[in-house]
């Protein structure tokens, strides 16, 4: 079954610090994966996207996630933290007609 | 256009009531989905509409779950005989099928957030 894993519930980082948040996925093919963010009370927003080609790929906002497909891990990286990247932040696969599985959801914590 | 909309933001309801939410998806997205979403989770889908045919419905989706697109336009998700293990966050979400399937990303409305006392 398509599933997908985000190890970390919760994070702190520093402000200025390097961010990396975790994401493992289940898929029998080569998966489609996402990565949103959704602040408090809004909806979800678009980072980025991973479909083919390149496996470092880039998104809004300054984020990257790298595709290991021998890791099945799709792992969200800044390098630099802004105390308003503090939201949560949810990994996607596409399944079946075109719904997005997601992760639990890891919330970050940003410290002036 | 501004993007998905839903409406109400917010619905307070006793248990054992009926309830409608509304989403109105960006004019041109033939697909629209319901998720829900309780707290400390992510988004759970619900239902898959094309156009104006409901193409998938999750488990999820008891009985007294029932969703409707007429005209393939704004779409509504009504809950009947409400439960307390109802209350959570009702997305919305729509794309454009095409090459890609829709992959291009959804966009998703702001939710309704349910609570059932």
């Known amino acids: 079954a398509q599933s997908v894993t985000q190890p970390d519930i919760h994070i702190t980082v520093s402000e200025g610090a390097s961010l990396e948040l975790r994401c493992n996925y289940s898929y029998g093919a080569t998966p489609y994966l996402f990565w949103y963010v959704q602040s408090p009370g809004q909806g979800l927003q678009l980072l980025l996207k991973?479909?083919?080609?390149?496996?470092l790929v880039q998104g809004i906002k300054g984020f990257e996630a790298e595709f290991k497909r021998s890791q099945s891990s799709f792992n969200l990286r800044k390098p630099s933290v802004h105390w308003s990247d503090a939201a949560e932040y949810f990994c996607?696969?596409?399944?079946?007609?075109?719904?997005?599985?997601f992760g639990a959801g890891t919330r970050l914590a940003v410290h002036p | 256009d501004t993007g998905v909309s839903q409406n109400p933001r917010h619905k307070i309801t006793k248990r054992g009531q009926n309830v409608t939410f509304r989403c109105d998806p960006i004019?041109?997205?033939?697909?629209l989905y319901w998720y829900r979403q309780t707290l400390g989770q992510g988004p759970e889908f619900l239902t898959y509409?094309?156009?104006?045919?409901?193409?998938?419905k999750s488990r999820l989706l008891s009985d007294r779950f029932s969703a409707e697109r007429p005209k393939g336009s704004f779409s509504t998700l009504e809950i009947q005989r409400t439960e307390q293990g109802d209350s959570a966050m009702y997305l919305c979400?729509?794309?454009?099928?095409?090459?890609?399937?829709?992959?291009?990303?959804?966009?998703f409305g702001s939710g309704t957030r349910l609570t059932v006392v």
């Open positions: 991973y479909f083919s080609g390149d496996t």
């Open positions: 004019s041109e997205h033939n697909r």
């Open positions: 996607a696969v596409l399944g079946g007609y075109n719904k997005l599985i």
């Open positions: 509409f094309q156009n104006e045919a409901q193409l998938e």
């Open positions: 979400a729509s794309s454009l099928a095409g090459g890609t399937g829709g992959t291009d990303g959804y966009t």
